[in-house]
């Protein structure tokens, strides 16, 4: 995996917990010897190049939003920034699915292993975003009452590159999964709980 690309899509994993439904109370913390990246390496479902630019211009690591004094998380411009890029918000700002779904797939070969797993990705991640859309739009309301705190994004885009990205690596095919008994805790634990809750 490229660095940048890797770093970036490890710190939204990371950063994102609060936009991905809440773990239930059976979920406590999975204590992890070993990254759960290893248990299956998924494929670079964008650009690199878009993702590199789009992380130079809103960088995300730790120095940077020890720095933001602002309540917009740095993901939610980066993820913007990745979505105007390839052309997933049309000018006015809605979502084109469509477009979505090709971004994420167009690097994928048609006999790809990956290739159900991300379009259902997709799908199901389109379909959540669009049922907290009122939650987005106050989100987006309250960063524009807030003067100085620069950028206002919208954070529909954090979710939907967070989202696909972990319901990709959650539905990784059962080929490609690492067996050790530390990936095996991680499978398990996935059966039942969020993504999310194996970084809380």
């Known amino acids: 995996m490229n660095p940048i690309y890797g770093k970036a899509f490890l710190l939204l994993c990371c950063t994102l917990l609060a936009t991905v439904a809440g773990a239930p109370n059976s979920c406590g913390k999975l204590d992890l010897k070993a990254d759960p990246f290893s248990c299956c390496t998924i494929p670079k479902l964008l650009d690199v190049s878009i993702v590199g630019t789009c992380f130079e211009k809103f960088p995300i690591d730790q120095t940077a939003d020890n720095k933001n004094s602002g309540n917009v998380p740095k993901t939610d411009c980066m993820s913007e920034c990745i979505l105007n890029s390839t052309g997933i918000y049309n000018r006015r700002g809605d979502l084109d699915e469509k477009k979505l779904a090709s971004v994420f797939t167009d690097s994928l070969p048609t006999n790809s292993p990956w290739l159900g797993v ?50 990709v690596f959650s539905d990784c095919p059962s080929t490609l999964r690492s067996t050790t008994a530390e990936c095996d805790s991680v499978w398990k634990f996935l059966k039942n709980c969020p993504f999310s809750a194996l970084r809380q």
Do not use: M, W
């Open 118 to 167: 991300v379009r259902k990705a997709v799908t199901d991640c389109a379909a959540k975003a669009a049922k907290k859309d009122k939650e987005f739009g106050k989100a987006v309301a309250e960063q524009k009452k807030t003067p100085g705190n620069g950028p206002v994004c919208n954070p529909e885009a954090s979710y939907l590159v967070d989202c696909i990205h972990t319901t």
